[in-house]
């Protein structure tokens, strides 16, 4: 009897203890504080960015910058930190919406002056010259694109005959500024044929070619990219269009166009074919 009164004693006391265990974690789980999130601040610098799309020769306005924290790791090159920097200053080349603006789109501080004299290397003059819709290339020569000019009149220069025209190409790999009012490639790909080119010359070229727009029709031939080479043509005249492309003359007469001479000992025969 006296013994299973101690087990039952024992067996309230383990209840009593995993009573007083569960309680205690409870507790202990209760006032335990919540884990806190620690933001890491990364650094920032103040850029000066374009509030919208903006064309060379721009000269850049209040409304047209704004300022735009960026990662102090992803910072262009050249930036500006405000936006009193650039006010002012005249855009050399193409800038997007929310593009940094960077020094090496910018003109000199001494320019002033916005749209196609600033966009005129030293030493280089803007000549705007007429030429044809169609050799153009129909609306395919934007600015930035380089050409080579090409001119037709209406005699051979030499004191020939007005009944003689002659194609002369006259400047090559010539840089173009602007194509009737636009300083820049229009971005929707919209072809939009002119007539109306400036070009970027120096002062010997433009005499030259002041000359031939005067005198003869102008023709653009686009260049490509990359085709730096120089070439140098002796014109084209009309026998020598005439000429191109023709079959080679047959021989006439019926006589040989080949003979062979056979040596057999001390005789020689000759044979033709």
């Not at 903006?54 to 300022?67: A, E, F, N, W």
Request: net charge neutral.
């Amino acid at each position: 009897m006296n013994k299973g009164k101690a087990f039952a004693q024992i067996g309230v006391a383990v209840l009593l203890a995993c009573v007083a265990g569960f309680l205690a974690l409870r507790w202990m789980s209760a006032t335990k504080p919540e884990p806190q999130v620690v933001e890491i601040q990364k650094p920032t610098v103040p850029v000066a960015v374009a509030v919208r799309i903006i064309s060379p020769g721009t000269k850049l306005g209040p409304d047209m910058v704004r300022i735009v924290d960026f990662l102090e790791t992803s910072v262009p090159d050249g930036v500006f930190a405000t936006a009193e920097e650039v006010v002012g200053r005249i855009v050399l080349s193409p800038v997007s919406q929310g593009e940094p603006i960077t020094r090496f789109k910018l003109a000199s501080t001494e320019i002033g002056i916005g749209g196609v004299s600033a966009l005129v290397n030293p030493g280089m003059r803007a000549m705007a010259v007429k030429g044809n819709r169609v050799m153009g290339i129909a609306g395919f020569v934007n600015p930035g694109n380089r050409v080579d000019v090409l001119v037709t009149l209406d005699h051979d220069g030499q004191g020939g005959a007005r009944d003689k025209p002659v194609s002369k190409l006259v400047l090559e790999n010539v840089l173009v500024l602007a194509t009737g009012e636009k300083l820049e490639a229009d971005e929707e790909g919209k072809v939009a044929p002119v007539d109306v080119y400036t070009l970027e010359v120096s002062p010997e070229q433009a005499e030259r070619l002041a000359l031939a727009s005067l005198k003869g029709e102008l023709n653009f031939a686009l260049r490509g990219s990359l085709d730096n080479d120089p070439v140098l043509t002796p014109g084209m005249d009309l026998p020598r269009v005439l000429q191109a492309h023709k079959p080679r003359p047959k021989p006439t007469g019926g006589q040989p166009t080949r003979r062979v001479e056979l040596i057999t000992g001390a005789s020689r025969t000759v044979v033709a074919f």
